[in-house]
Every structure is written in C-alpha cells, then in structure tokens.
C-alpha cells in the first residue's frame, strides 16, 4: 500500500512544529545567566562600610556614593584616600589618577562601582526591612532542618506573634495563602527580578490579591508560626531567590536594611 505523499508531508511539518516549541519553551524558561560574583561581592560588604560611605557622601557636594563605596570595598584605607580625595575635589571617576595600584586592583574597582550601579540593594531607603518593631535575627541560611533531609534557606527574624510584617521593594504578589512548610505565606516577585518569600505568617492582609502590584513598605501581614513553625517561636521566614532558581542568604541585606531603617 502506497502512502500517502500529503499525509507524509502533514506529518513532518507537525513534527517540526513540536520540536520548534519544545526548543522555543526552553528558551524562553531557561534560567537568566547571573554573574557569579554579584552576591558575593554585596555580601563581602561591611554593613558598618555601607553607612560610613553614606555619611562620607553626604558631606560631600561632589561624591557619587557609588563611587565611594566601590572604592572603599575594594582597597585598603591607605590606598583608598587619595583617590577619594581626588572624588571630593570633583575629579570624575573615568579620570583619577590610580598610582601605583596594579592594573587588576583598578579593574576590580571598576567591576564593583558597575553592580553597585546596576543593583540598588544598599541604596538607602529603596529597600524596607521587613519587620516593623521590635525583633531580632541571626543567621542561619543553610542550617539543618527536618533532620538534615533539607537546608534552611532564607534567615528568620524573630519577635511577638502579630508583629507587623511589611514589603521590602516593589513588585507583583505571585503566591498567596497556605502551603505545608510556611504556613500563611506570601509571594512577591520584586522590580528587581528577586523572588521575596514571606512564610509563617498569623495573618495576610486582607488588601493582598495574586497578581496585583504591591509598593515597598506596604503591609503583608502579621509575624507568626504557621506551617512547619507550629513548635518554634513566632517568626518571620524570609527568602529571597534569584531569577534563576538559586536561593542566597538574605542576612548581610537584612543588615543594611536595618541600618537604613534605623536612620531614618
């Protein structure tokens, strides 16, 4: 039996299309390539730096905080003053005059000042520290949980049941309600593409509904021990995961935040 020619071709051209949109789905889902030494660097960061260089700039008519704290981060103090010097005396960045810093030393300044540019974690106040009252914290990404079949992945700030909990930054609520492990929770993914997972809550806002656009320092909900948290003290659970799947230790921020909440 011959078969048919129209019946052979309609088949192919369906094959191709299946394969053009497997290779089109994986594409568009595929994890956004991160620069490995973005989150190290912020994490290397004094958060006692960070406010230092916010000062500094601020008795300065010419200094770009940016500017500043990329230096400061990157060389000692010795080194570093003569080029903050040469910033306060309005010298543009593009023309200091580096010394006898080697060339790499210069290069990896450049390379800060560009993710501080790039990244506005330790901008003051564009971030809010999630809790408002009185708390604490430590850190504990990555601490056995369930007996070691899992890691802890995010940092837990502790204080009294009901204690306000509050957006960090802008963006849209993705998740909403109960799961299993973080009890009452909430989802957010932030304008800065990061994932803000907000877990063991008493209560949601009411205000809150999945897929709506929430502002920073708007209400989440109440601090409590739902989920998996049953035993433990009241708490905030709070992750943070980058566009491509990997969750990092929300500890040296929640510093900093601190520091700006503090300050105002």
Known sequence: MKFPFNLFRGFTQLCILIIIGIVSWQVIHRPPNISPDIYPYFSSIPPTLVKQCLEEKNRSSFIS??????????????EAQPLVDQLNANVPFSDLKWGVLREETVKLVGRHREILKQYSYFQPNLYHFPVIGKYWFEDSFGADREGGARRHEGTDVFGKEGTPVVNICGGIIE????????????????DDGNYYYYAHLQYISPELCKGNRIE???????????????????????????????????YPFLVVWQIWEEGK
Request: proline share 6%.
């Open 216 to 250: 920073a320092g708007e209400l989440i909900g109440g601090m409590g021990h739902t989920g998996d948290a049953l035993t433990t003290p009241d708490h905030l659970h709070l992750g943070i995961e980058l566009p491509n799947g990997q969750w990092i230790n929300p």
């Open 175 to 190: 998740q909403l309600g109960w799961n299993r492990l973080g009890g009452e929770r909430v989802g957010v993914r932030g």
């Open 65 to 78: 905080y940016e500017d500043l704290l990329a230096i400061r981060s990157t060389i000692p103090q010795r």
